[in-house]
């Protein structure tokens, strides 16, 4: 059994509490000023940026600290072209073909999307996320991932927020079924497509859904001794 390794974790700068808040306020306004984009320039990012901003995501915790994702990068225009191509024969189907069940069309409704994905082809770089279900060692030994889409998903939520922070939009896409993106990728058994991410800046004339935020009430529920039930007798941990 590996003993744990533990190093002194000098936290930071304490703020004082009035400059916390306004801290706080400003990193508010500034992430509710994020939207998802479907319009992008084609107007090129450094690669280095997009590398740090997938460093940045990779230091997302995770299950046992297995780091379970892969960020699959290009900005070639014909793997981009291939992209496109099989999301929109997927995404065909879905529109066109029925696969979207009403409701769920009725809840998209509101988006104006449908089976193009032109996107794909103009932002300049395309990430896509995969989890690692497993860990497949070089040697194909296979070890235990914990939590894969809890982590996975953390580090896909602070590439966003990494980005938007540098002023460059994104999408989180899916295209459905995603699986094509394994073999098109050429990405080993042990992965599966989490989602993927057309990275660039918003076109001059992009438009965005006119969508509002559930209100802090709407989405925070708080709880104290009064209102929250007792444990059970017996129950304690010795
Ligand atoms: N994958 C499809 C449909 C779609 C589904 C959801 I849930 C969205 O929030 C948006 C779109 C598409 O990309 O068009």
């Not at 009430?217 to 001794?225: C, I, N």
Request: aromatic letters at 8%; hydrophobic letters at 40%.
């Amino acid at each position: 059994m590996a003993e744990p390794r533990l190093i002194r974790y000098a936290t930071h700068h304490h703020r004082d509490d009035a400059t916390l808040v306004a801290d706080a306020r400003a990193l508010y306004e500034n992430m509710d000023r994020r939207r998802s984009v479907r319009d992008f320039s084609d107007r090129a990012i450094p690669r280095e940026v997009v590398e740090l901003a997938i460093q940045t995501a990779s230091t997302a915790p995770s299950g046992a600290h297995r780091q379970p994702w892969t960020f699959v990068l290009t900005g070639d225009p014909e793997v981009k072209r291939r992209i496109r191509v099989a999301a929109e024969r997927e995404e065909y189907e879905n529109y066109e073909g029925g696969r979207i069940p009403p409701e769920w069309r009725e809840a998209l409704a509101q988006l104006g999307t449908d089976w193009r994905k032109p996107f794909l082809e103009t932002a300049p770089w395309i990430v896509v996320v995969f989890e690692q279900r497993y860990g497949l060692g070089r040697d194909g030994a296979r070890s235990h991932h914990y939590y894969v889409k809890e982590s996975v998903g953390i580090a896909c939520g602070i590439f966003v927020a990494a980005l938007h922070q540098l002023g460059i939009a994104t999408l989180t896409h899916t295209p459905s079924p995603m699986a094509f993106l394994t073999k098109l990728l050429g990405r080993p058994e042990n992965e599966r497509p989490f989602v993927l991410f057309p990275i660039g800046y918003p076109a001059a004339d992009c438009l965005v859904p006119d969508l509002t935020r559930k209100p802090l009430a709407e989405v925070m529920v708080e709880v104290d001794a009064t209102n929250v039930a007792d444990v059970e007798e017996g129950t304690d941990v010795p």
